[in-house]
């Protein structure tokens, strides 16, 4: 028998049937612009424009009223006018609709006439057992099982393991696109809006029985039933890691985000507290939130704080220690019995001291050689190889040189890059056989100079997140090592292990 919960999940993410009131044909409406997204990104079920004035919308037939709708109806998206919502919302329970997307805004971020009538709105929802999502909501997408981006978040998703919550749209839609951008892919999105009804607590509760999400990203202003937000986060959290951007900080921010959704801020000390007992991850920035996920979605579980550096340049090594000594990271000292094994493998003019300086390597499997050597006979629980990509940009710029002919440019070109690709493709086993962390830093310049076939892609497509600098790096994988510390305090029963947090290194398709 579906349960309350099932239904209404199915209702908001899998619906089969979509009424959905205010199509619009003009451009620059939001009643056009959702629709368009829903369509257009491949909404396999039915889809029923609703608008008084009747017609068509680009070959589809627009329904003047519900009434009028003989099927079955999942789901309503609602985007008329404020004073039109009610009487909109009023049709829906004639037909059994569970769950109501309210786009529309001017209601409590305005103030209290918007106030009074965003509670009439919910007091009508409720007395008919309807769910709302928002009002003032971007909207939600759903990868799974078909795409439905109903909002204003356009933009093509990867289908993934990773939600976000966000009371904000466009910083969802920021956080999504962010992830997307890094081969991240995206499991359910919601803009939660002014969450009059569906609050943070209840898509965390939907989302922790989803079997496609396996980490949730949240943006939150203000919590509005913190005990329970306390008691689902302590019992997520161990199972799915939850990475959290905490909005309206400083007094300013704090009244901003009371305009924005009538999100009330409350005592970030309190707040702050709350994560830590709850073994929430809290980052600052969205890029922040993106290497946190990459490091979670495509690195094992890091065992401890011991660190081995291997470097291509001894600057990237100094700063890559002091932002290890920052993050409560530590460099072990190397035995003599790992520096004679070292010295068999590495030239001669190698650091003998951990960063392990290369400077400039004879071949390039030195890396991996060493990488090895360092995980069998150190206590190392991660190793940070930095300052790769250079042969490739090397060989680029041989390729696209006026100066040397292209017969002249092609056997070293190739040379440098394949032997740069085979140790990519030597690092991605080594993660997989060695079971530590293993995380490519690659100079920046490589992720500005892609092309096809190159490094990146190729991580990309092994599932292995590459950072452009030893701080993002170290950053992502304190962050990690904490959130493991954390949840050990209250582990996941075997039955919830099963479903997995997704840390496990898994090749994208």
């Given at each position: ?17 979509i009424?959905?009131?205010g ?16 369509v ?21 037939k627009?329904?003047e ?6 099927d079955?109806?999942?789901l ?29 805004a ?33 909207g ?18 990867i ?27 995206i ?7 002014n ?47 939850m ?32 994560c830590?007992q709850?073994?929430i991850i ?9 290497d ?16 081995g ?33 070292l ?29 090895s050597?360092?995980?069998e006979?150190e206590d ?6 930095l300052?790769?990509?250079y ?34 493709e ?31 892609n ?7 997140m ?8 170290i ?17 996941a ?17």
């Open positions: 028998m579906i349960t309350e919960r099932q239904r209404i999940f199915s209702s908001i993410f899998e619906p089969k049937s009424a959905f009131f199509a619009s044909h003009n451009v620059f409406k939001w009643g056009f612009n959702i629709l368009h997204n829903i257009n990104e491949g909404f396999k079920g039915k889809i029923y424009p609703i608008n008084p004035k009747g017609g068509s919308w680009y070959g589809m627009i329904y009223d519900l009434d009028l709708i003989k079955t109806i999942d309503a998206i609602i985007v008329v006018k404020k004073e039109l919502v009610k009487d909109t919302l009023r049709k829906c329970p004639q037909r059994n609709i569970p769950a109501a997307i309210i786009i529309t001017g209601f409590s971020e305005t103030g209290k006439e918007g106030a009074l009538l965003e509670k009439e709105v919910l007091d009508l929802a409720h007395k008919h057992s309807m769910r709302i999502v928002g009002p003032n909501t971007m939600i997408f759903s990868a799974w099982p078909t795409p439905l981006m109903a909002t204003m978040a356009s933009g093509h998703k289908p993934g393991e990773v939600a976000i919550i966000a009371q904000s749209g466009n910083l969802g839609s920021s956080i999504s696109y962010r992830l997307t951008r890094r081969n991240i892919g499991s359910r999105l919601i803009s939660s809006g969450e009059a009804d569906l609050k943070t607590a209840d898509y965390l509760e939907l989302l922790e029985h989803d079997p496609k999400t396996r980490i949730i990203c949240l943006y939150v202003e203000g919590i509005r039933e913190g005990r329970r937000f306390f008691e689902l986060a302590k019992r997520i959290s161990p199972k799915k890691p990475i959290l951007i905490k909005g309206g900080k400083s007094d300013m921010g704090a009244r901003a985000a009371m305009s924005h959704t009538g999100a009330m801020a409350g005592n970030n000390e309190v707040f702050d507290a709350m830590r709850t073994g809290t980052v600052d920035s969205m890029d922040d939130m993106v946190v996920c990459g490091m979670l979605t495509s690195q094992p579980r890091p065992r401890g704080n011991r660190v550096i291997i470097t291509l340049g001894g600057g990237w090594g100094v700063i890559a220690t002091d932002a290890c000594a920052a993050n409560g990271l530590v460099l072990p000292k190397l035995k003599d019995s790992t520096i004679r094994m010295d068999k493998v590495l030239p001669p003019y190698w650091s003998r001291a951990n960063p392990v300086d290369l400077v400039a390597p004879n071949r390039i499997t030195v890396i991996t050689d060493a990488i050597i360092l995980i006979n190392i629980d991660a190793i940070l190889a300052g790769l990509g042969p490739t940009l090397r060989a680029m710029v041989w390729r696209s040189s006026p100066i040397i002919p292209r017969e002249d440019s092609d056997a070293p070109s190739r040379l440098m890059y394949e032997g740069e690709m085979q140790l990519m030597l690092l991605v086993g080594q993660i997989k056989k060695l079971e530590r962390p293993i995380i490519p830093v690659i100079d920046i310049m490589a992720f500005d100079r892609t092309e096809n076939h190159d490094l990146l190729y991580l990309d497509s092994k599932g292995i590459a950072y452009p600098s030893p701080e993002k790096a950053y992502a994988l304190a962050k990690v090592l904490e959130y493991t510390k954390n949840t050990k305090l209250f582990p029963s075997e039955e919830d292990q099963d479903t997995g947090s997704g840390l496990q290194v898994q090749e994208k398709t």
